[in-house]
């Protein structure tokens, strides 16, 4: 769908919830709207189904009946009165074949009124009920759905942060293989760092760390579990050809002085003890008002 309204600029400052964009929704609530009309209706089938026939219903049932049985009464009357007939060559075989014919009609009729009576007292069968309930169950699914599709296409920011480029503009094709918006994280931010394979064993997500410029205090975050050589963009004293592995170091950033690409030194105590295994993130909310 085409977007249709784009609500922040590149440098925005948003917050956790903020609507960002929307796309064209009319033909998301069309959908939606036909789904719950379809809910209603068969909620509306369903309840009809489970409250059995109605008292009109097994009257009108049981009057059928007595107006078939007058017919067919009437229908073997005729009969014997024109085979009496027909004996006496007062009328053709036509004739007689005729009356025959209508007294059997009218026989069928009997039968049919009879069940249907006998359905009108005992109401609609179960497997009708649970069919309509499942069809009621299909229908709502398609109900949420609709509602979920209508739902997204309103694009929130996640988290708090800086709107950092403009991807899309109002009337561009937008898909879930495309962005809308980049959003720069700010607090926390994370420095990406790369340790040796000797150093790998002695660390652990939790653990502190310092992070530089001017000493941000940090802690581990992620330990990549692969190895790889060392990227061109890292300065390090070791060869370059030695196997590192990324560690993802977070640091609260009250300040925002820290931004998107700086570069930065990261020290991190190999004697300090590792964290248990659930252990929490340090809360940077928290960390600021202290």
């Known amino acids: 769908e085409h977007i249709d309204r784009l609500l922040v600029q590149e440098g925005d400052r948003v917050t956790k919830g903020q609507l960002l964009a929307t796309l064209h929704r009319?033909?998301?609530?069309?959908?939606?709207?036909?789904a719950e009309a379809r809910v209603m209706a068969q909620k509306a089938v369903v309840a009809r189904l489970e409250a059995g026939s109605r008292v009109e219903e097994v009257h009108q049932a049981r009057a059928?009946?007595?107006?078939?049985?007058?017919?067919?009464?009437?229908?073997?009357?005729?009969?014997?009165?024109?085979?009496?007939?027909?004996?006496?060559?007062?009328?053709?075989?036509?004739?007689?074949?005729?009356?025959?014919?209508?007294?059997?009609?009218?026989?069928?009729?009997?039968?049919?009124?009879?069940?249907?009576?006998?359905?009108a007292v005992a109401?609609?069968?179960?497997?009708?009920?649970?069919?309509?309930?499942?069809?009621?169950?299909?229908?709502?699914?398609?109900?949420?759905?609709?509602?979920?599709?209508?739902?997204?296409?309103?694009?929130?920011?996640?988290v708090d942060g800086i709107i950092r480029d403009r991807i899309l503009e109002p009337g561009d094709?937008?898909?879930p293989q495309t962005p809308v918006v980049t959003l720069a994280l700010t607090n926390p931010v994370w420095v990406r760092a790369y340790v040796s394979e000797t150093?790998?064993?002695?660390?652990?997500?939790?653990?502190?760390?310092?992070v530089s410029t001017d000493s941000y205090p940090g802690w581990i975050g992620f330990i990549s579990p692969t190895a790889e050589f060392t990227p061109k963009n890292v300065e390090t004293p070791e060869l370059r050809t030695r196997l590192v592995y990324q560690v993802r170091i977070y640091a609260c950033n009250?300040?925002?002085?820290?931004r998107l690409g700086?570069?930065?030194?990261?020290?991190?105590?190999?004697?300090?003890?590792?964290?248990?295994?659930?252990h929490a993130a340090p809360d940077c909310t928290q960390l600021q008002s202290d």
Do not use: C, W
Request: proline residues 5%; hydrophobic residues 45%.
């Open 262 to 278: 700086m570069p930065a030194t990261v020290s991190i105590s190999l004697h300090q003890p590792k964290p248990a295994a659930d």
């Open 199 to 210: 150093a790998l064993g002695r660390l652990a997500p939790g653990m502190s760390a310092d």
């Open 26 to 34: 009319e033909r998301f609530r069309v959908a939606a709207a036909d």
């Open 173 to 175: 094709m937008a898909s």
């Open 254 to 258: 009250p300040q925002e002085e820290l």
């Open 64 to 119: 059928n009946l007595d107006a078939a049985n007058a017919r067919l009464v009437d229908a073997q009357v005729t009969f014997t009165r024109t085979e009496s007939l027909y004996k006496k060559r007062g009328v053709s075989k036509q004739v007689l074949d005729d009356t025959e014919a209508n007294m059997n009609t009218a026989r069928a009729e009997v039968k049919v009124a009879e069940e249907g009576l006998a359905l």
């Open 123 to 158: 109401g609609p069968r179960e497997e009708y009920i649970a069919e309509a309930r499942a069809t009621l169950k299909s229908a709502e699914a398609r109900l949420a759905l609709a509602q979920e599709v209508l739902k997204d296409a309103e694009l929130y920011a996640p």
